[in-house]
T-cell receptor, first 106, second 120 residues
């Protein structure tokens, strides 16, 4: 069946550090892949998505590339900010990864 | 973007009572709604999928007689936790979109803010 495996963390970084959160998937066919973010005290919201192989989703400086050969969809940001502190979820349809809590310190 | 609301945002009840949680799509018609449960510092666990006008599809291990789901209109789905017990205490989240369960693999979901249930 379809599933995602996500690096659990927690991850603590200093401001302006580089971020990578790993996500790999197992799927039949080629469904879309998503990253959702949950800021403290708020509901989940879509951060970015990719709908087919080699697609790159990007938003707010975050990027993720749908890689079929490695069945991965890793989330990256070149320079994190304190305001990026949140929980990040990789998702394949309605299947969610474990979530990764990111804390960015000034 | 599409807005989904949940009510109540927080509820405390006594063991043995039933609690109803509402999920509404405010500015679009949601043919499919998903109900999740989120444990502290854990991921979202899909409980069931409901399509408007039909019976909900429950995930393995979820008791359908305990977690009653109704999706009577294109803008409202309800989750009723029957005979609640302390182990049912959790954060319940709904999401909605305009397509069916299969196509849901290809489209983003719009989430409600969640309902914190505490059973004493």
């Amino acid at each position: 069946g379809n599933s995602v495996t996500q690096m659990e963390g927690p991850v603590t970084l200093s401001e302006e550090a580089f971020l990578t959160i790993n996500c790999t998937y197992t799927a039949t066919g080629y469904p879309s892949l998503f990253w959702y973010v949950q800021y403290p005290g708020e509901g989940l919201q879509l951060l970015l998505k990719a709908t087919k192989a080699d697609d790159k989703g990007s938003n707010k400086g975050f990027e993720a590339t749908y890689r079929k050969e490695t069945t991965s969809f890793h989330l990256e940001k070149g320079s994190v900010q304190v305001s990026d502190s949140a929980v990040y979820f990789c998702a394949l349809g309605w299947r969610f990864g474990a979530g990764t809590r990111l804390t960015v310190k000034p | 973007g599409a807005v989904v609301s949940q009510h109540p945002s927080r509820v405390i009840c006594k063991s043995g009572t039933s609690v109803k949680i509402e999920c509404r799509s405010l500015d679009f018609q949601a043919t499919t709604m998903f109900w999740y449960r989120q444990f502290p510092k854990k991921s979202l666990m899909l409980m069931a999928t409901s399509n408007e006008g039909s019976k909900a599809t429950y995930e393995q291990g979820v008791e359908k007689d305990k977690f009653l789901i109704n999706h009577a209109s294109l803008t409202l789905s309800t989750l009723t936790v029957t005979s609640a017990h302390p182990e049912d205490s959790s954060f319940y989240i709904c999401s909605a979109n305009t397509i069916n369960r299969v196509q849901g693999l290809y489209n983003e979901q719009f989430f409600g803010p969640g309902t914190r249930l505490t059973v004493l």
